[in-house]
């Protein structure tokens, strides 16, 4: 009774020096959109997602340049690799990151992944072999913890009615990021050979030909690193006051006034005693992880595959781009998804549901993908306004799909827990998107030697295994497999107190 008491006591406990209660005191007093605090979502989303596939537009070349490749069809094999390395720094890392946020709090963690970008993507840039390419992008996604705990964070700063739009703020920024990312690429790659008039090839930037796209995604970095000082933290930190405050043994001796004095206090949302649930046994959670990682490793071997595709030469089935055309296909296919994300996503969900939203999303997508090697047969024009509008719309639904799986996530756990949730997330999405790039490149490598194949031949076949990846997603979000994690807002835990 004495433990009962005292846990119900430390729920009600709203400390002044508490980061975690003056946000809630502050979603009080703020009944309408918290722009402030969601551009600071926004800002840091978008630079966890720029370095991810920025290099995919310009890796042909630099795989090509480090001469490692004995075939030109061997390009994509290796170049998997280093697209990879990524992931498999970050799978090996997410959560513990996620651990460290629950127990130090979103910003530091933020802090550290921002400052990372600013150092590992630059060296990435310098790189002038495949092993220091490969070594640079490991560490990259080791210390690139952004996206786990600024999913926890979009949920915790926001009102119960704003919450959606907060994780929506999180994927659109990190959708417009992989695809704004790879049109830095492609646009300033190899600029002494594409701008001569600005860059001579005896300029750093002729020497390292791919260090001036890492370099402007670095540069956006260090100033969100500077930004995010001022940046709010929302994680409850007064176990360690609480403790002394309030004795267990003096607990029994509380006086019903006292209690309700307590009781009148902000409510903290069961954030001050720490959870023992076991994550893994919580199948809402883990099932949302799941679906996760199963969109995410196709949505990881399309973005691969897709620039490796557009700059392919046209005897394989290719489009024949430069990287500059890749980078304006793509910075138009990142304005079409911001418009469709900020205007069309939020009534589509409050109408719809975020489970019915992917559904859709996946079944649109398959036959848009079985499209693909077809526009490749298109020339000029034609093949500019087809592969531009498809892309825009093959973008935003794959952002669409993964919204909806965030809010999910993000619902099946209290918030002294959210941290090592989203580190599990980060966790197992990143090994299956490990798999993305390696895996697609190896089967791009492999499906640009069977042209002439009497079953699928060419990018036929490669476009039919990411449809069949996406069918398998989509089986998922249904029952029995599925479960829908229970509502937990703040309204809802203290009725239950």
Request: proline fraction near 5%.
């Amino acid at each position: 009774m004495a433990s009962a008491n005292r846990e119900r006591l430390l729920e009600k406990v709203d400390l002044k020096n508490c980061p975690g209660c003056r946000m809630d005191r502050a979603k009080e007093e703020q009944t309408g959109v918290p722009y402030k605090n969601l551009s600071y979502i926004w800002i840091v989303s978008l630079c966890t997602a720029l370095p991810i596939s920025s290099l995919f537009p310009f890796l042909y070349f630099m795989i090509r340049d480090f001469h490692i490749a004995k075939r030109e069809e061997d390009i994509g094999f290796y170049a998997g690799f280093v697209g990879s390395s990524f992931m498999v720094g970050r799978a090996l890392t997410s959560v513990l990151w996620g651990v460290v946020a629950d127990r130090y709090g979103r910003k530091p963690v933020i802090l550290m992944g921002t400052f990372s970008v600013v150092i590992f993507n630059t060296l990435f840039g310098f790189s002038t072999s495949f092993w220091m390419a490969l070594s640079m992008r490991f560490l990259l996604g080791c210390f690139n913890s952004l996206l786990g705990t600024i999913r926890a964070y979009a949920s915790e700063v926001c009102r119960e009615e704003h919450r959606a739009l907060g994780l929506s703020i999180v994927s659109t920024s990190r959708g417009i990021g992989l695809i704004i990312g790879p049109a830095i690429g492609g646009f300033f790659a190899q600029p002494a050979e594409k701008y001569p008039e600005i860059f001579a090839k005896s300029s750093i930037f002729g020497r390292f030909p791919f260090l001036l796209p890492c370099l402007l995604i670095s540069i956006y970095a260090a100033g969100v690193f500077v930004s995010c000082w001022w940046l709010p933290e929302t994680l409850h930190m007064h176990n360690e006051r609480v403790s002394e405050r309030f004795d267990p043994c003096d607990v029994l001796e509380v006086s019903s006034n006292e209690i309700s004095e307590v009781e009148n206090i902000t409510d903290v949302d069961r954030r001050v005693a720490p959870s023992k649930a076991n994550l893994l046994k919580n199948w809402p959670l883990m099932s949302t992880i799941i679906v996760y990682c199963v969109f995410s490793l196709q949505e990881m071997a399309y973005t691969e595959i897709f620039s490796l595709w557009a700059v392919s030469n046209k005897k394989y089935g290719g489009l024949g781009f430069s990287s500059q055309d890749v980078g304006i296909v793509l910075a138009i296919s990142g304005l079409g998804l911001l418009l469709f994300q900020l205007l069309l996503y939020p009534p589509m969900e409050r109408v719809l549901g975020p489970v019915m939203v992917t559904r859709l999303s996946a079944v649109i997508s398959m036959p848009l993908l079985s499209l693909y090697p077809y526009i490749a047969m298109l020339s000029g024009l034609a093949l500019h306004l087809v592969i531009n509008c498809a892309s825009m719309l093959r973008n935003a639904l794959s952002v669409s799909l993964v919204t909806g799986i965030f809010i999910l996530q993000n619902n099946a756990v209290p918030q002294n827990q959210r941290g090592a949730a989203n580190g599990i997330s980060m966790t197992a999405m990143s090994v299956f998107k490990a798999f993305g790039p390696a895996g697609g490149g190896a089967l791009f490598s492999w499906a640009q030697k069977r042209q002439v194949a009497a079953f699928l031949p060419g990018n036929q076949m490669v476009f039919f295994i990411l449809n069949v990846v996406q069918f398998i997603g989509l089986l998922l979000t249904f029952k029995p497999f599925l479960a829908l994690p229970p509502h937990r807002s703040k309204e809802n835990v203290a009725r239950k107190t």
